[in-house]
């Protein structure tokens, strides 16, 4: 039997309602239940890959395909449990389903209204597909008092009556300020939240409170007493030196133990070893690497959550720190390329991207990396600008390029519309709708035997997952593998290449993939683990 725990958050934005959603799974994981998390997001966008991730942070992508909230992300590196479509949902798919359904006439003589038919979708989608899991843990996107989150809100509500008090757990997350002048921690808006909440008719059993001071007794006695709530339900959660250390200390707080005491369910012992590991392992490093991000950023660095977090579980494998130096790639043009930018780098990474503005800076820094021969890890676009830069520098083809930036007469990257997924083949037009029509998800590769992919990997055929509309042009493969880079990667039917490398480098990779996905603090990536190590020998270099 599921049991339901919906987390919503209150008083501000951005307090870590995704990062304490996965902790606290990550908590009950290790007490030996399997869980389940899932988001409802309010926006209106049918999934957010079409929102730009300066804005909104990256778009994280699941096996089945699905282009999800960034959250999915830490659900999955703190559970390891792999997310799937139908664990993100938001209000634009909903509305969009229910509005197929209406012009199709399923709901004939019926009007059409948020309760109950959007409830419903909502209360749907929480509920199915659910198998054996012992506990789901929903998480409502937004700030209770949204207009847009109502209809979310409503639909728990709903749920938390019709499965009962032995099936729903409300927990909140709220802020407790320090407020400097009065030299005091401030309740109120907690307590304001939570009677925000209840105004919607949710009573909430748990309160977290995130905090940067200590919580007094006195200060959780008062919101114990005005949120009608046992003190013990009220769980401090103050700042972390690093966000793997949350499990273990949401369980010395006692959330986990609140949470199955509310289920009235017996509380085995956790095994929470893995996280103190992990938190020994990044609190005491034995040295530290520095490895330079190329890319275009402005600012949120959240639009690159799972490649920064990959590659601090690269860190994690080789006991290092790993410092990350975020670099405009646009310094690395015009006349006087500013490569002393790149000076303490003991590698150079080039991320995914899209778009003109900041490429040629790209293929520069790839230039840098492959003729200093300093290691150089290129994900998606990343591996694109690799062979370009190659089949430029070296093929002799000065004219080669993306037609993701145009018509070229030499498209060493190309739009593919047709290629094949396990027995079926898929389609796309040049003209074709934005949202959702990149090859998306996981797909099989096949490595060369001998290659660096296949020793780093220990594997012949991997599966890794995708998010592009472009793809190396296989008709270049041989003019660039003479030049000397090796496809050592390929879909299984030959005519997609996923990786390639450079035999003569001390560690030069591209992928079409992006790994960063599925690295978790517990089991780091091979390839992350491995660049950090080619990082850490360079760094012995110079
Ligand atoms: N813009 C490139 C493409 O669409 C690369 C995308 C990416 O890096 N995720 O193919």
Known sequence: MTRFIFITGGVVSSLG??????????????????????????????????????????????????????????????????????????????????????????????????????????????????????FLLCEVGGTVGDIESLPFLEAIRQLGNELGRERACFVHLTLVPWIASAGELKTKPTQHSVQELQSVGI????????????????????????????????????????????????????????????????????????????????????????????????????????????????????????????????????????????????AILVPGGFGERGAEGKIRAVRYAREKKVPYFGICFGMQMACIEAARNLVGLQRANTTEFGPTPEPVVGLLTEWVRGNTLERRGAGDNMGGTMRLGAYDCELAAGSKVAEIYGAARIKERHRHRYEVNVNYKTQLERAGLRFSGMSPDGQLPEIVEIPDHPWFVGVQFHPELKSKPFDPHPLFASFVKAALVQSRLV
Not at 60 to 74: F, I, N, P
Not at 84 to 100: E, V, W
Not at 249 to 271: I, K, M, S, W
């Open 203 to 346: 009573r909430c059993d748990i309160l977290l409170c995130r905090s940067e001071q200590e919580i007094p007794a006195s200060a959780r006695k008062k919101i114990a007493l005005f949120c009608n709530l046992r003190e013990e339900a009220v769980i401090p959660a103050l700042n972390a030196r690093t966000i793997y250390e949350v499990p273990i200390a949401y369980h010395r707080e006692g959330f986990d133990r609140e949470v199955l005491r509310h289920f009235g369910l017996p509380q085995p012992e956790p095994d929470l070893a893995r996280w103190s590991h992990i938190v020994k392992r990044i609190t005491e490093p034995e040295g530290e690497v520095e490895i330079a991000i190329v890319g275009k950023y402005t600012n949120l660095l959240d639009a690159y959550k799972s490649l920064a977090e990959a590659l601090a579980h690269g860190g994690i494998a080789n006991n290092v720190r790993v410092k990350l130096n975020w670099i405009e790639s646009e310094l690395f043009e015009g006349i006087e390329p500013a490569f002393g930018a790149l000076d303490g780098a003991h």
């Open 17 to 134: 309602k995704g990062l304490a959603s996965a902790a606290l799974g990550a908590v009950l994981q290790a007490r030996g239940y399997k869980v389940r998390l899932r988001k409802l997001d309010p926006y209106l966008n049918v999934d957010p890959g079409t929102m730009s991730p300066y804005q909104h942070g990256e778009c994280y992508v699941t096996d089945d395909g699905a282009e999800t909230d960034l959250d999915l992300g830490h659900y999955e590196r703190f559970t390891g449990v792999p997310s799937r479509q139908s664990d993100n949902i938001t209000t634009g798919r909903i509305y969009s389903n229910i509005l197929a359904k209406e012009r199709r006439g399923d709901y004939l003589g019926a009007t059409v209204q948020v309760i109950p038919h959007v409830t419903d979708a909502i209360k749907e989608f929480v509920t199915s597909d659910l198998g054996d899991t012992d």
